[in-house]
């Protein structure tokens, strides 16, 4: 881990803090108001108060514990070396009981020291055993070439810990495969090097004795469920060389660490969640910005520059955007180190632009103490600006999450963070920026106009509380099984036994596979029949990637996933690149390319679409009276027909340009609910608004889903109706964007009466009107957020709760 929370100080967590490849710049001792005071000040500013909670995170002292008696001294000495004099309480736990045989996952905050917790036992089992191995598995080559420093500064011997991924020289990796002990690699290598190539690795994985997953809460969704059986395949080498290896996952705090890593190896884990390492106390507010004022008018209330994110959308409420801007100036004028960390690049630089503004009309030439940080800086600027910032010379820095892999700075006075950042993860390791040693820091979360940012400032429970947001993953895709299938049949021929190891469906898919010629079956087992292996992309999703490119240049900006392509890539599209502009020339699609150019005009453009949705299965369902709860599989057509161009600074729609795209058919996993017309008119819903009521509750819905789920709202699809022809009904499904799910619509129907009940709330506590982006209204919506009825919205999911059991 590259970043540092509120432990920064005590030895234990060095090996942490010396894993990271980055600078850490600490700035002198705050010269500023107290937290509290400065929070006083910031609310004084408006008529109304946009403070919708305090939190006072105290201090916390860590819980030290001895060291392990199995722990050898000289692993003790060489921990001791490195500033570490006794392990935390959560370290020891984990780490004996991964020595003891158990498969653990540790799921405790940032920086609370992880990685000691699966060296300690690794390292100590080499040091006893001079012929076992250790297999580390990072889901970045950086963050595995932070670990092998750390790994490598503890000098012990023997060990010979080493990279293996795409860079290894080819002179390297022999050495590696026969004399590294301590191999830390990523899971594309373990499935396109290792596995394929197991013959090499016999010996290696003959002694293998434990399997590191490090940071595992980012194996999610269809990747998340490809690496579960890399895992599978690689526990099958290990049992046909005779090793049975202990799994030690390292996780974000999450909701139920255990299930999640259970899925992804395939095995019973044990979870660690109690985080004895020590923290600074903190102050957290959670702010919504205002409404705006009914008479102020469209075209006031928009931000100076587009930012990509809502355009589109009739704001009511002040943008986060201008609300940290002032925040910051407010924060910077105290003489207050602040940092801000806003989503966008652009958005990053339209919040120093708006704070410098503000700043230099009431003091000319304090603007100059604020300044924007985003990915792409070329090293000696980023180190300028570090050291401008702790020399006091800069006090305020707007930034992208770009910081986070650039350097580590710690000690702030307050950090303002500009919409919630996805996950808890990433929201207690950016809050973590503030505060140094025996100081307490102010943090706080300025809500975005979203639904999921509404819910939160009003439920800080589902911040401070315990985590509900869990890694979901789905194992029995059949669009990851076979494919993996097939790779495990390339490895080795398939037998009955294995089948049981990859799971419910397993058999299914080999006959498939049977059927396709892929595989042969005889009567030893299941054979792959080509000379070459199966190609399979683990990070492949919704189609091949189509390749953005600049058509004067021909340099590749980057790509967007199939399923994406033609919503944001289609002729005449604005798209946004790390926050610079481009307008599609041209959508190829047999080539799988889109030719842009830069342009930055006046106008933004949204696609529109037709879906067509037919149920091909129930899974699972539950009969509530007048609702019905349902998880089953879909076939979800859709086409992108048309596009708009809306005026930027107004919203106004230019005019609509017609598509000719082809459709696109997607069978996946949905959640649905019906309800029966009587219980809508019961509840006070008149007919003709039946469809703006389940729409509205299907936007709001899906914004939702991040809260019990790690997932991107962009990630899941809606579709409602008032009747559809497959539930004789009023019906609003949740799909799964993604080929064969990915576990999100699954998690929906797990956690349905939470989901809706949370759904519910963040539409009723909006203080809007009649519908906006905080609450019903979506960005990606195919039909133009038409039709939508807020009040009816609340009326249809206090029926569906009223009825469905908790
Ligand atoms: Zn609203
Ligand atoms: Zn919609």
Not at 361 to 370: F, M, Q
Not at 715 to 720: A, E, N, P
Not at 768 to 792: A, F, H, M, Y
Request: contains cysteine; aromatic residues 6%.
């Amino acid at each position: 881990m590259t970043s540092n929370d509120f432990s920064t100080a005590h030895p234990a967590s060095r090996p942490e803090l010396e894993s990271s490849s980055a600078a850490t710049v600490s700035a002198g001792p705050s010269l500023g108001p107290t937290p509290a005071d400065l929070l006083r000040r910031l609310r004084a500013r408006g008529a109304a108060d946009p403070v919708t909670h305090v939190e006072r995170v105290p201090a916390r002292p860590g819980v030290p514990a001895p060291w392990p008696s199995w722990a050898p001294p000289e692993l003790r000495a060489a921990f001791a070396r490195r500033g570490v004099v006794a392990p935390w309480q959560h370290q020891a736990q984990a780490a004996t009981l991964a020595y003891e045989g158990e498969h653990v996952v540790v799921a405790t905050g940032t920086a609370s020291g992880k990685s000691l917790a699966y060296q300690l036992p690794a390292l100590a089992t080499l040091l006893a055993d001079p012929r076992a191995t250790v297999l580390y598995l990072a889901p970045t080559k950086a963050l595995a070439a932070d670990q092998l420093r750390a790994v490598a500064a503890l000098e012990l011997e023997g060990v010979r810990p080493a990279c293996y991924d795409g860079d290894t020289p080819r002179a390297e990796r022999e050495w590696i495969r026969r004399h590294s002990r301590f191999v830390l690699t990523n899971p594309d290598m373990l499935h396109h090097g290792v596995l394929p190539g197991h013959a090499q690795w016999s010996g290696f994985l003959r002694r293998l004795a434990y399997v590191v997953i490090d940071e595992c809460h980012t194996y999610r969704g269809v990747f998340g469920s490809h690496v579960a059986h890399v895992l599978r395949r690689l526990r099958r080498q290990c049992a046909r060389f005779g090793s049975t290896p202990v799994f030690v996952l390292a996780s974000a705090t999450s909701g139920d660490p255990s299930t999640a890593a259970g899925r992804l190896t395939g095995l019973p884990v044990t979870a660690v969640t109690e985080d004895a390492s020590p923290r600074g106390g903190v102050t957290f507010a959670l702010w919504e910005p205002p409404l705006l004022p009914p008479d102020s008018g469209p075209s006031t209330p928009v931000p100076p520059q587009s930012t990509g994110d809502h355009d589109d959308l009739q704001q009511v409420r002040r943008s986060a955007l201008r609300e940290t801007a002032d925040l910051l100036a407010d924060t910077v004028a105290e003489g207050v180190r602040t940092l801000a960390f806003v989503r966008s690049r652009k958005g990053a630089e339209v919040v120093a632009a708006n704070a410098r503004r503000a700043l230099d009309d009431a003091v000319p030439g304090l603007g100059d103490r604020v300044a924007a940080y985003r990915g792409g800086y070329l090293r000696e600027e980023r180190r300028e600006l570090e050291r401008a910032l702790l020399h006091g010379d800069l006090l305020g820095l707007a930034s992208t999450n770009a910081l986070e892999l650039g350097v580590d700075l710690i000690g702030l006075d307050a950090v303002l963070i500009c919409g919630y950042p996805g996950t808890r993860a990433s929201l207690w390791q950016q809050a973590g920026r503030a505060g140094r040693s025996g100081q307490e820091a102010l943090a706080v979360l300025v809500a975005r106009d979203d639904p999921l940012d509404t819910y939160l400032v009003h439920h800080p429970e589902a911040i401070f509380g315990a985590p509900v947001e869990a890694t979901v993953l789905d194992p029995a895709n059949p669009y990851v099984l076979a494919p993996q299938l097939a790779c495990a049949a390339f490895e080795a021929p398939l037998t009955p036994a294995d089948l049981a190891l990859f799971g419910d469906g397993a058999k299914e898919a080999v006959d498939q596979l049977v059927a396709a010629g892929a595989l042969r079956q005889r009567p030893t087992g299941w054979y792959w029949r080509h000379r070459e292996r199966p190609e399979v992309d683990l990070r492949g999703e919704g189609g091949a990637p189509v390749c953005v490119v600049e058509s004067s240049t021909g340099r590749l900006l980057g790509t967007v996933d199939g399923g994406s392509s033609h919503f944001l890539l289609h002729s005449g599209a604005v798209y946004l690149h790390q926050g610079v502009s481009y307008v599609v020339d041209d959508l190829d699609l047999v080539d799988g390319c889109a030719l842009v150019h830069a342009e930055e005009p006046d106008w933004s453009t949204h696609a529109r679409d037709v879906t067509d949705l037919s149920v091909v299965s129930v899974r699972s369902y539950v009969d509530a009276g007048p609702v019905g709860m349902f998880l089953g599989e879909v076939d979800v057509t859709s086409q992108v027909v048309s596009y708009q161009r809306r005026r930027i600074a107004t919203g106004e729609v230019i005019d609509t340009r017609p598509l000719d795209l082809p459709a696109r058919e997607l069978r996946t996993v949905a959640v649905w609910f019906t309800l029966s017309p009587q219980s809508l008119t019961l509840a006070g819903v008149q007919p003709a608004d039946v469809p703006g009521a389940l729409h509205a509750a299907e936007h709001a819905a899906i914004g939702l889903l991040p809260l019990m789920a790690t997932c991107d709202r962009w990630d899941i699809g809606g579709l409602s109706t008032a009747v559809h022809p497959d539930t004789e009904a009023p019906t609003v499904f949740v799909y799964d964007g993604h080929p064969g799910g990915a576990g999100f619509a699954e998690r929906a129907y797990g956690t349905a009466s939470a989901w809706l009940r949370a759904t519910r709330d963040a539409i009723a506590e909006c203080g809007c009107e009649s519908g906006c982006p905080s609450c019903v209204q979506s960005p990606k919506c195919g039909n133009g957020n038409n039709p939508l009825s807020k009040p009816d919205a609340i009326r249809v999911l206090d029926v569906v709760l009223a009825n469905l059991p908790e």
